[in-house]
């Protein structure tokens, strides 16, 4: 058996919820790049 699919307005907030997190985390990671960058720069 297959569960039943939600409805139509449920995946488009959890599609939604879920592009926000990507966009968090790829913000996240971002920020540590540069971060890392910056220690380079600022230790020579």
Do not use: H
Not at 17 to 38: C, D, E, H, N, S
């Amino acid at each position: 058996m297959t569960a039943p699919l939600p409805p139509a307005d449920d995946l488009a907030v959890r599609r939604k919820r879920a592009a926000r997190m990507a966009l968090v985390i790829g913000a996240i990671a971002l920020a540590i790049y540069i971060a890392f960058i910056a220690s380079g720069v600022v230790a020579k």
